[in-house]
């Protein structure tokens, strides 16, 4: 469990700290020589059967509110303190607000100071603190009345504390974790010889241990979103509540040792993360509180200091939709552009730097000048949309998101896929929910490339085959004498905006179920076809021994014809029908290759994907086919278009879920000879 103190400078907590653990936090000598904290202090205290209590003393001074609140955002209970001679002050008026609006609870209040003030002193600074947190979540917590000077009341709260670190404990030994990765929100970094870099903070989630790699977010000169294999350092050492372990978990604080990593390339604000859980991002949709003190609504456009795990940063609000009180009926939420104080409201910070950010992660924000707390909350979406974002559909979302931040990703999956007609990116989800595991929805349609996945919900892909079939009926009716569209073209005129993996596993799924049959890269349905004319069957008859003989370069129309002695616009007109049927590809404008022939050419692209990591580039299969460079990239291109590889810049990559020429009738074998 980890304690943290709030309250007024000079209002005692490294004092109590010390007398309860044996340790000053005032590790600095400027802290030391001016009798104040500066910098966040730790501590540990010995648990009998238990694992130690950490506690984290933050500074009183209202210029060093950034640090309370980079220190409070890992604390599991709080120790609020008062002074008796002293009462309520500024700081520990914005101190509460700082807990409460970070969703704390769970702690006490504590008067300090009581040998310096009469009974009747002490009771009046009871008053004033039972009337400053009585409308606030910390109206219930326990009152202590204590001297670290006289030693009054410190066995009672230490024996309290360590009961309360029982109960935390069970709590946590309780739960389900969901399988997240490690987080650590850094707040030192340091370089000891022989050790090398060492980074402290509190962990937010997960377990590490020693041998496992670690990211480090946000980094520079990289775009926001999900991190593809970013760098990943190996932790050397692990220490968990100031002792060596070789596995730290969630609530502990730790100092995690990574080879390799140097201390300029970490600074206090990142977070150490399982790579899976690795991003960055400069939107987040967050469901946000307007402090019940403040004297004015939030509006769209306001800027303020965004405080969220150990960093901070400045950022411009944009309130999105007005929330119901809990004691509201549940109803669908509403467009707005200002947040009322004591209120609640989904909004989007947009942020000038990049942040590592995950769903259900707090956030405090601040005035502009960094004057007083405005407001709290917890990440929706960490990487929110720029566009779109107070339509009606995307409020719907952001209202499944809010709803599901106690269920997990489980439950964030079970409310978001029936409102994604576009699919749902899970790599995404995933990565936000700090590389979590959970199980889809009973028949939700899943498909996965390479880093990618994606899930489309069951009613919303029966829809969507519903549309599929409509247009090959109207496609068919318009054009009787075609086969049908490609795979493709398909998709653009159904769904466009669908991802193409989703869309090709869906027409997998009405061709397996017989609603559609596939012929090469066509689609028709099973009552429809291309019938020749017995002159076109007499041209095709003639032309098959022409196609065989071209090999890998293919023949072009005007050869064929001349070749056959029949007229070019008949040729072409037969090669075109035959092509609908998908016996004949025509690569580009009245080049023509016959089937076995791409199916030889296909299964060399399989076979270069294999030997170079899934990826052929222009170069490799030219070498392969003994072709020019130019009829090499028309082949992958056409390739492209038919979905048997996409394009990433100069290489093409092999789509792992599409079937094509992957019969054994391939040029494979000759690979080697000639590669060679």
Not at 74 to 101: I, N, S
Not at 124 to 150: D, G, K, N, Y
Not at 308 to 329: C, K, R, S
Request: net charge neutral.
């Amino acid at each position: 469990m980890i304690i943290g103190t709030a309250g007024h400078i000079d209002h005692g907590k490294t004092t109590l700290v010390q007398a309860l653990t044996g340790v000053n936090t005032d590790r600095l000598p400027e802290e030391q020589r001016r009798g104040i904290s500066i910098e966040l202090g730790y501590a540990f205290l010995e648990v009998p059967d238990g694992p130690r209590i950490g506690f984290v003393d933050v500074p009183g001074h209202e210029r060093l509110v950034h640090t309370m609140l980079a220190g409070a955002t890992g604390m599991d209970y709080v120790l609020l303190l008062v002074a008796a001679d002293d009462g309520v002050m500024p700081q520990t008026r914005e101190h509460v607000a700082a807990l409460c609006l970070l969703g704390l609870s769970q702690g006490a209040v504590v008067i300090t100071k009581c040998d310096r003030a009469t009974p009747e002193r002490v009771s009046a600074v009871r008053a004033e603190v039972a009337a400053l947190l009585a409308p606030t979540a910390l109206a219930a917590l326990p009152v202590w009345e204590v001297s670290a000077h006289t030693g009054q009341g410190l066995s009672a709260l230490k024996d309290e504390l360590l009961s309360q670190a029982q109960v935390h404990q069970a709590r946590v030994d309780s739960r389900t974790v969901g399988g997240q990765g490690f987080r650590l929100a850094v707040d030192r970094a340091f370089s000891l010889e022989g050790v090398g870099t060492v980074l402290t903070g509190t962990a937010h989630a997960g377990a590490v241990k020693l041998g496992d790699s670690l990211a480090l977010v946000p980094q520079a000169h990289v775009p926001c979103g999900v991190l593809s294999a970013p760098p990943a350092w190996r932790v050397r050492s692990l220490h968990a509540q100031n002792r060596k372990v070789e596995q730290a978990t969630s609530g502990q604080r730790c100092a995690v040792a990574l080879v390799g990593l140097a201390r300029e390339q970490a600074q206090r604000g990142q977070w150490l993360v399982h790579p899976e859980a690795a991003l960055q991002t400069d939107r987040l949709d967050v469901s946000l509180q307007l402090w019940h003190e403040e004297a004015r609504a939030l509006r769209s456009g306001t800027p303020v200091h965004v405080h969220l795990g150990a960093t901070e940063v400045m950022g411009t609000v944009a309130v999105l939709a007005h929330l119901p009180a809990e004691d509201e009926a549940a109803s669908a939420w509403q467009a707005a552009d200002q947040l009322k104080p004591g209120a609640r409201a989904a909004v989007q910070l947009v942020l000038r730097e990049p942040v590592g950010a995950w769903v259900g992660d707090r956030v405090v924000l601040r005035d502009a000048a960094a004057s007083r707390v405005l407001a709290g909350g917890q990440v929706l979406d960490a990487l929110a949309p720029a566009r779109y974002r107070r339509t009606p559909e995307r409020l719907a979302q952001l209202q499944a998101m809010h709803l599901a931040l106690p269920e997990g990703l489980e439950g964030r999956l079970a409310r978001l896929l029936p409102l994604s007609p576009l699919g749902l990116d899970l790599t995404r989800e995933r990565a936000m929910c700090g590389a979590a595991l959970a199980r889809l929805p009973q028949g939700a349609v899943e498909v996965r490339e390479g880093h990618s996945a994606w899930a489309l919900a069951a009613p919303l892909a029966q829809e969507i085959r519903a549309k599929l079939l409509a247009q090959l009926a109207a496609h068919h009716q318009a054009q009787p004498e075609e086969l049908g569209p490609d795979v493709a073209r398909l998709r653009r005129l159904t769904a466009p905006r669908l991802p193409d993996g989703l869309w090709r596993a869906l027409v997998t799924q009405a061709a397996a179920d017989g609603e559609v049959l596939l012929r090469g890269a066509f689609v028709h349905l099973p009552e429809h076809g291309v019938h020749l004319s017995a002159t076109e069957q007499r041209i095709a008859q003639k032309m098959a021994p022409l196609l065989a003989v071209a090999g890998f370069g293919g023949v072009w129309v005007r050869d064929v014809a001349k070749d056959m002695q029949e007229s070019e616009p008949l040729t072409r007109t037969t090669l075109s029908r035959l092509a609908q049927q998908g016996e004949l590809h025509q690569v580009v404008k009245d080049l023509i290759y016959d089937l076995p022939t791409l199916e030889r050419l296909g299964g060399l692209v399989r076979a270069v994907a294999a030997q170079s990591g899934g990826e052929v580039t222009a170069a490799a299969f030219r070498d392969v086919t003994d072709l020019g460079r130019k009829r090499a990239i028309q082949i992958l291109e056409y390739f492209d278009r038919i979905g048997l590889l996409r394009r990433v810049g100069d290489v093409h990559k092999l789509r792992p879920d599409c079937s094509l020429f992957m019969s054994p009738q391939t040029a494979a074998s000759d690979l080697p000879q000639r590669a060679g």
